[in-house]
């Protein structure tokens, strides 16, 4: 298995644009978690799904924020509009209950920059 | 409210010594903890798990120590080596069904040959 996969790794966008972050979990795991990574406030959970389904949506800063997750094979993390405080990295991750427990496997990243 | 902090920032060390990194929380009974690695660039790689019944689960030159008493994980790496140079991150479960992990901010650790 090719692991979880992002897209894109880097983006760089204007303060105002909107921003669309993909993710393609591994084959068969039905847990799908975004988390947003900084230096100052570390790795933090923003949303996770279950079958397709947003169970806590917690951690999502603002209604700028919104995450979907349209059939099990893809994911997206949409900020609209963007701010310069929205730059950090954002990774997603998935995992299955019952066949890797509760260990979660990370994508490697998009680095977001948002002038 | 629930803290989770990793005591320090940075560890260096000579290759060869033991690398002992520290995880406390509070306000918190996790049912389980974890150890991960993320290198630069990457996304953090899972290492071990330890559940709050345990005291002690090893990985070939990894240990980690769990006391819930003192709500403290200790996580070791024996015979350390330049390779073992990462940042390493513990996370504790978030309860609920699914663990939604918390994370610490991480230790950046440093081997020097």
């Known amino acids: 298995d090719a692991g979880v996969i992002q897209s894109p790794r880097h983006e760089v966008t204007e303060m105002g644009q909107e921003v669309t972050l993909r993710c393609k979990p591994i084959s068969g795991h039905d847990y799908l978690f975004w988390y947003r990574q900084t230096m100052m406030r570390g790795l933090e959970l923003l949303i996770y799904f279950n079958n397709n389904v947003p169970i806590d949506d917690s951690g999502m800063p603002e209604d700028r924020f919104s995450a979907k997750m349209p059939n099990a094979s893809f994911s997206t993390l949409k900020i609209q509009p963007s701010e310069p405080r929205d730059s950090a990295v954002y990774f997603c991750?998935?995992?299955?209950?019952?066949?890797?427990?509760?260990?979660?496997?990370f994508g490697p990243g998009t680095r977001l920059l948002v002038l | 409210s629930q803290k989770i902090e990793q005591n320090s920032e940075a560890l260096n060390i000579q290759e060869g010594k033991t690398a002992t990194l520290t995880c406390n929380y509070t306000n918190y009974s996790p049912a389980y903890l974890q150890w991960y690695r993320q290198d630069p660039g990457r996304g953090p790689v899972f290492l071990l798990l330890i559940r709050e019944n345990e005291k002690e689960k090893r990985k070939e030159r990894l240990k980690v120590t769990f006391d819930t008493t003192l709500k403290q994980s200790l996580f070791h790496i024996t015979a350390s080596q330049p390779a073992d140079s990462a940042t390493y991150l513990c996370a504790l479960s978030g309860g609920g069904s699914q663990g939604n992990l918390i994370f610490g901010k991480g230790t950046k650790l440093s081997v020097k040959p």
């Open positions: 991750a998935s995992n299955a209950l019952g066949l890797a427990g509760e260990t979660q496997y």
